[in-house]
């Protein structure tokens, strides 16, 4: 498969949902991993020791987030909103930085306005960010087999 893609949480809260979801990132051949804003304690996250594939950058703010990110690789915000496309319909990109909100805040307005893309899962509350970051990571790997 061409392309790649990364995935990443703004402000998470919990260290077992990084770390569920770096599991995850390593199992569907994730390019990276990021978390944006650190309130979690960066202990014991990687019991599966996914380091070793697939590394796991910090950065500040946002603005570290797109100074670092890949030429021509566009943000794909994770989140229940109006404007965001349904999982079913979205076609991703060859390459992809799928940034997901917070457990208890999700992605903030201004922060989904910087994004290229809004995608949103089926339901009317937000799921835990380890599973729906799964989720769309799975997405991304059966369609692209399909394709």
């Known amino acids: 498969m061409r392309g790649y893609f990364a995935v ?9 949902n990084v770390g569920s979801l ?12 990021f978390t944006v804003g650190r309130r ?7 019991t599966t020791k996914s380091w070793r594939h697939v590394p796991l ?3 500040d703010d946002l603005a570290s987030l797109w100074a670092a990110a890949p030429y021509s ?6 989140e229940l909103h109006e404007s965001a496309t349904a999982i079913e ?4 990109p060859e390459r992809a930085i799928y940034l997901l909100g917070a ?7 201004d922060v989904m306005k910087q994004c290229h893309h809004l995608v949103k899962l089926q339901g009317e509350v937000s799921m835990n960010v380890a599973i729906a970051g799964s989720i769309v990571l799975y997405d991304r790997l059966a369609k692209k087999v399909c394709a």
């Open 73 to 78: 690789c566009p943000v794909v915000g994770v």
């Open 40 to 46: 979690y304690r960066p202990d014991n996250i990687d």
């Open 8 to 16: 990443g949480v703004y402000h998470p809260k919990k260290e077992v």
């Open 57 to 59: 950058f910090h950065f």
């Open 89 to 92: 319909r979205f076609a991703h």
């Open 103 to 109: 457990e208890d805040h999700g992605l903030p307005p």
């Open 22 to 33: 770096w599991r995850t990132a390593n199992i569907l051949g994730a390019a990276f991993m």
